[in-house]
């Protein structure tokens, strides 16, 4: 079969034997670059292709979402056209994914949001004293333990250790204490587990989780509900995973749950122990050596040929490792890992000096160098700006790294960037944010008046100023007392300048109003839309397009920040904003998987976490000071109970053996050439070491080399050398030759209006719910529980339904109380008629699929993806599929023109043909405000027009085709209107 040849093509022995493996656990352990990624890719083709498994019967979990999209794009490239989807998925992806479905069943809102980082602490700390805490809540300084706290409890998850476990023994550690320190230890456990257990149900009440829970809670609907284990484990018979060094105790317990050893374990786990960098506590080791333990039978395949690096780079990582023994499966086991590098067309040169070494005496001078030489092999031809990476260890690191870039004028995309809140957009908002929250700091104000949006001059204002602190007033109670500064005989005041202030004081009383009574994303969103910022980053010829293109996507970025923080607070309150502000800035972008992904061709920015299994032709790893990397850091000092979970003995070993793996995986992120630096100087009263692993890598002797000095006038020549290359692209959501997945949204959004799409979906703002979308979802929600119970046969009552809309009810986007209120009790009356209409239905109509997920493809590279809401089936076969609509549709004819319009019910034709090979044979709107059901049956034409407008979307997509589209009716409903250059509304 020609398929299975391009398939099995190129690969080695030991790849083609753990490729064509055929039933059964398997386990492969491979240094970096060994192609451990590439065989479970082609696996997953090969099994398609010899028809030992459907696409959709294999899961494969991997670490990251960019490490999902990657091995997606890969698998997309071998598997023939027209085939259903492999699910490509992150654990925590799976795992939100069950959740979803199963919510109810673990008595949680199918919406609970995760909770992570400064929003995470935000939450703690508010809850602070609801929790049973005594040492770890210092009366002077109550939050002083918070993050630790978070940590602890992070890590209890990551061991499958539930609150309950945790008291249990606890309590029972308690009992047994016998010595002082027994003791002393002994009330600290049970504290923390108390704490644990406190929060984990307020942290459920409140409706939110934490990313343990994402897997905790999985675990727990698993072991509780056999019916659902059994139903997941038949869905997915396959299973493949990448990284499995990183898997932690929960994770192992679910593959061990949905592969049961001995049975149903057709598994594939690819690993590198030495790659292993999750794995905060317990050895880098266990969990290969569990696999072997748990999976006897299991097949183990070595790979040894390196086919990404030059001998050079995989000398010195080997190197380098070797000084993590014993605790290696190398050493241990007695395995040969040293790499051999082979030759490919795509590297076809692996011999010579592939590392370069180089100190600087400063960072500026580094971070110079390092930009030349990019320039450089750009301006030459030799690369192009993707093909670089440069890795930091730490958020903080990358921050001066973008600034350099962005500086020289070459594009660079980055994972994770403390660099988002030095960006002046975003400056803006954070002024902003401040003086509603503290007018009365001067300084605040002083920036918020002077700012780009009131101009204040600021002569005038230190007149302001100096006159506050005579009276020994602040500023704000200066200028909002009029009738004393209007009268104010002493003070020239510009008459200009002074209704400026006027005006932004008043701004600013408003919109605290509105932050009171909608959320700080709201006054925000406010505030950007009548000062004019958004619209006119959006409006077209603007000097730099790509530029602000970015602006309005960090935008974006920080929007949704705040919305976390509402809805966190919940209460209306906006006090405790800048000390969510001061977190967030701190510790940098979380997730880091927020990435602004809008240049195409641009250097990698990253740090060496989200570099993991990864390659770039040419990669720096900068910053390679002692005490940076590795860093100085070191944990809680919070410790699990010995019976629960790995101690660790020796905790500064411990450490720099990971900060080695860390390294070891930065190092083999290189194809051709790796670029290892550090400066001494990075402003401070210090000048910095190099780190011991330079000279592990190297071989070097005790003294340091020369340090390199770039004179100024040097730097400055190497800029101007950098004249003429081209800025940064703009926004570009797919390249030629790569997948592009949409869904209903943005193909029908793009249709409406390109800029609409590319708002929305490319540089994803959106704007504060609107009342009617938080009603359409609660009312979708409602009926979807129905519906699922319908499915599976259970009786739902017309109290369950009302259950099911009261509990998933949200108070977004409501004008006033009353609004809400009416809305509320509207929404109950109408999910009642939908009881009466389904109960009275002749004959009962019993849904065969609700909410199932699709997939199908529109063209080779292009596929289409979603849910249907409802699918059935009736005596006679005939298959409708139905779409829930809470839009006002009250008449017959209005309802017949939708769905001759609905994008959506063509998506689902297609779909159901793509899975069943016909069309079905309805395809239905319910608008559940009317209770009209309005169907179509579609028909060849049908299909064709409505197949070649989706094509168009795809294509100007590509083409990166965004102008406007403005059209009275369409603008005057576009939630985008206000800040619409473009609108014809206004
Ligand atoms: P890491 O440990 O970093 O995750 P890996 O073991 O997963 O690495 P891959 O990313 O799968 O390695 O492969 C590294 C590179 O080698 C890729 O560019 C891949 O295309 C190439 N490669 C793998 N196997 C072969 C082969 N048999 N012939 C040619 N190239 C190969
Ligand atoms: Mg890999």
């Keep these: 079969m020609a398929e299975t040849e391009s398939i099995l093509s190129n690969l080695n022995p030991e790849q083609l034997r753990a490729v064509t493996h055929g039933k059964g656990p398997l386990l492969i352990v491979a240094g970096a670059g060994t192609g451990k990624t590439t065989v479970l890719t082609r696996r997953i083709a090969w099994l398609i292709a010899t028809k030992a498994a ?206 049961p050893p001995g049975t149903r374990d057709n598994l594939t786990v690819v690993g590198d122990d030495d790659q292993a960098i999750y794995r905060f506590r317990g050895a880098s080791l266990a969990n290969i050596l569990d696999f072997k333990a748990a999976y006897k039978n299991a097949e183990t395949v070595v790979v040894t040929k390196n086919y990404r690096s030059k001998q050079d780079i995989l000398e010195c990582a080997h190197r380098l490792i070797q000084f993590n023994n014993p605790e290696r499966l190398e050493a241990r086991e007695n395995l040969d890992k040293r790499l051999q590098a082979v030759a490919t067309p795509a590297n076809p040169d692996i011999s010579g000096q592939a590392v370069f070494y180089q100190v600087f005496d400063q960072l500026s001078s580094e971070l110079a160098d390092l930009s030349s030489r990019i320039s450089q092999a750009v301006a030459e031809g030799k690369r192009s700006w993707r093909d670089h990476a440069i890795l930091v260890r730490s958020n903080s690191g990358a921050e001066a790294v973008i600034q350099e870039l962005n500086y020289r004028g070459i594009p660079s995309r980055f994972s994770g960037a403390r660099g988002l809140y030095r960006q002046s957009e975003i400056r803006l908002c954070l002024g902003f944010l401040r003086a509603l929250a503290n007018p009365h700091d001067n300084l605040v104000l002083f920036e918020f008046l002077v700012g780009e949006v009131y101009r204040t001059p600021v002569s005038d204002l230190k007149a302001l100023l100096f006159r506050a602190s005579a009276l020994n007033k602040s500023l704000y109670q200066l200028v909002t007392r009029t009738d004393l500064t209007r009268a104010g005989e002493d003070t020239e005041l510009d008459p200009e300048a002074f209704e400026r202030v006027e005006k932004a004081l008043s701004d600013l009383a408003r919109f605290e109003q509105l932050a009171r009574e909608k959320g700080v994303a709201a006054a925000l969103y406010q505030f950007l839309t009548e000062s004019g910022v958004i619209s006119r980053l959006l409006a077209k010829n603007g000097a730099a397009l790509p530029a602000a293109e970015r602006q309005v996507s960090n935008l974006a970025r920080f929007f949704e920040k705040i919305k976390v923080y509402d809805q966190v607070e919940k209460s209306g309150s906006y006090l405790s904003v800048i000390g969510y502000l001061d977190a967030l800035i701190e510790e940098g972008d979380d997730p880091p998987a927020s990435e602004a992904e809008l240049d195409a061709d641009a250097v990698s920015v990253s740090t060496v976490h989200m570099a993991k299994g990864l390659e770039w032709p040419v990669v720096f790893v900068v910053g390679l000071e002692d005490q940076h990397f590795p860093t100085s850091r070191r944990g809680s000092g919070l410790n699990l109970p010995a019976s629960l979970g790995p101690q660790i003995h020796d905790e500064r070993a411990h450490h720099i053996a990971e900060e080695r793996r860390l390294y070891y995986v930065a190092i083999t992120r290189a194809q051709q050439e790796l670029r290892l630096s550090y400066a001494r100087d990075h402003g401070g009263k210090k000048l910095w070491k190099r780190s011991p692993f330079l000279q592990e890598t190297l071989n070097l002797g005790k003294d340091e080399a020369p340090a390199l000095k770039l004179s100024q006038a040097e730097k400055l020549h190497r800029h101007a050398t950098s004249d003429g290359h081209p800025l940064k692209e703009p926004l570009q959501i797919a390249l030629p030759g790569e997948p592009l997945r949409l869904s209903y949204y943005p193909i029908d959004d793009y249709l409406t209006c390109p800029l609409k799409y590319k708002i929305a979906h490319g540089l994803r703002l959106k704007p504060p719910a609107t009342f009617s979308i938080t009603y359409g979802n609660v009312m979708h929600k409602a009926v979807q529980e129905f519906n699922k119970a319908g499915m599976e046969g259970r009786p739902f009552s017309l109290e369950d339904l009302k259950k099911a809309y009261t509990e998933g009810w949200r108070s977004e986007g409501f004008y006033s109380r009353e609004h809400e209120e009416e809305r509320f009790q509207n929404g109950l009356k109408r999910l009642e008629s939908f009881y009466e209409d389904e109960k009275n239905a002749q004959p009962r109509r019993q849904p065969i699929g609700v909410e199932s997920r699709f997939e199908f493809k529109i063209s080779p590279l292009d596929s289409v993806s979603g849910r249907m809401d409802r699918v059935d089936r009736d005596a006679d076969g005939r298959v409708t599929v139905c779409d829930y609509k809470t839009s006002n549709v009250h008449d017959v004819k209005k309802a017949e023109s939708e769905v001759a319009k609905s994008l959506q019910l063509a998506i689902y034709a297609l779909a159901w043909r793509g899975s069943h090979g016909v069309l079905p044979d309805l395809v239905e709107l319910y608008f559940l405000e009317s209770g009209i059901r309005q169907s179509l049956k579609p028909d060849q034409a049908y299909i064709e027009a409505k197949e070649a407008e989706i094509k168009l979307a795809f294509k100007g997509i590509r083409e990166a085709r965004f102008e406007a589209k403005p059209d009275f009716q369409t603008c005057k409903f576009c939630a985008y209107g206000q800040i619409c250059p473009d609108s014809a509304a206004l």
């Design 54 to 259: 459907r696409p959709e019967e294999l899961l494969a979990l991997t670490f990251s979402d960019k490490a999902s999209r990657e091995m997606e794009e890969r698998v997309d490239a071998l598997v023939p056209y027209g085939y259903a989807p492999v699910n490509i998925l992150t654990f925590h992806a799976f795992g939100q994914r069950l959740f979803e479905e199963h919510a109810l069943r673990l008595g949680l809102a199918p919406d609970a949001k995760v909770l992570s980082g400064a929003p995470l602490r935000l939450f703690l700390k508010k809850h602070l004293f609801e929790l049973p805490l005594k040492k770890f809540r210092p009366l002077a300084n109550p939050d002083r333990h918070v993050a630790d706290l978070i940590q602890h409890f992070s890590r209890a998850k990551d061991e499958a250790i539930t609150p309950e476990d945790y008291l249990k023994v606890a309590r029972a550690d308690a009992a047994s204490a016998v010595s002082e320190a027994e003791l002393g230890s002994a009330a600290e456990q049970l504290e923390l587990a108390e704490a644990y257990q406190a929060y984990d149900a307020i942290l459920h009440r409140e409706g939110f989780m934490d990313h343990g829970d994402q897997l905790m809670l999985m675990l727990r609907l698993l072991r509780q509900e056999p019916l659902v284990l059994e139903k997941t484990r038949q869905e997915f018979p396959w299973i493949l995973v990448d990284e499995f060094q990183d898997t932690n105790t929960v994770q192992f317990e679910l593959i061990k749950l949905l592969a």
